[in-house]
């Protein structure tokens, strides 16, 4: 079974997807929701799985907008436990940290914090991407929002665990 997300390797729908629907998966990884519906529109994937409300950002209008467009059916539903964290190359110190990479909704969900932080918000288009990103172009002064498992797969040292302004859910939906 082939399953879409848009995301990569430790992002929040990647754990999601291996929850619901266990480890005999393959993904395909996109770089947004619409080529996630659209792998399985086209039938390079069997399924997606996306976002569609979290409680403390509320509705994934962008989601919310493409499965109203759409003769989609959801096939599971899951709540996903996301507690988000700071993290940055190793030896950066937290106070040194100026611009926060993340996805839009993280960034929100974290809005508080960072607001603490005095930082400018860089949206990206998935938080284990953000993650990655800083890693590979070795960013100084720099840190994502994103899971600590992303923390891990891509050497980032976290500064900071459950960011969040309240804990945070957020549904995921399998469509098909």
């Known amino acids: 079974m082939i399953v879409s997300i848009c995301g990569i390797?430790?992002?929040?729908?990647e754990t999601a997807a291996l929850e619901m629907l266990g480890e005999n998966i393959s993904?395909?990884?996109c770089n947004s929701f619409y080529s996630a519906?659209?792998?399985?529109?086209?039938?390079?994937?069997?399924?997606?799985?996306?976002?569609?409300k979290t409680s403390n950002s509320g509705y994934v209008s962008e989601v919310n907008d493409l499965l109203s467009s759409g003769n989609w059916a959801v096939k599971q539903k899951i709540d996903l436990n996301t507690h988000h964290c700071l993290m940055a190359l190793k030896g950066q110190e937290l106070n040194s940290i100026k611009t926060?990479?993340?996805?839009?909704?993280?960034?929100?969900?974290?809005?508080?914090?960072?607001?603490?932080?005095?930082?400018?918000?860089?949206?990206?288009f998935n938080t284990a991407a953000s993650a990655k990103y800083i890693a590979e172009n070795k960013l100084l002064n720099t840190a994502a929002i994103?899971?600590?498992?992303?923390?891990?797969?891509?050497?980032?040292?976290?500064?900071a665990e459950n960011?969040?302004?309240?804990?945070?859910?957020?549904?995921?939906y399998v469509l098909g």
Do not use: H, M, W
Not at 146 to 159: D, H, N, V
């Open 9 to 13: 390797t430790g992002s929040y729908a």
């Open 100 to 124: 926060v990479y993340s996805q839009p909704k993280a960034l929100q969900e974290c809005e508080i914090y960072l607001r603490q932080l005095n930082v400018t918000f860089q949206e990206f």
């Open 146 to 159: 994103a899971s600590k498992q992303s923390a891990q797969l891509y050497g980032l040292e976290i500064l």
């Open 27 to 29: 993904f395909l990884y």
């Open 37 to 52: 519906l659209d792998s399985v529109k086209n039938k390079r994937s069997d399924y997606a799985v996306l976002p569609v």
């Open 163 to 172: 960011i969040e302004n309240n804990s945070d859910v957020t549904t995921f």
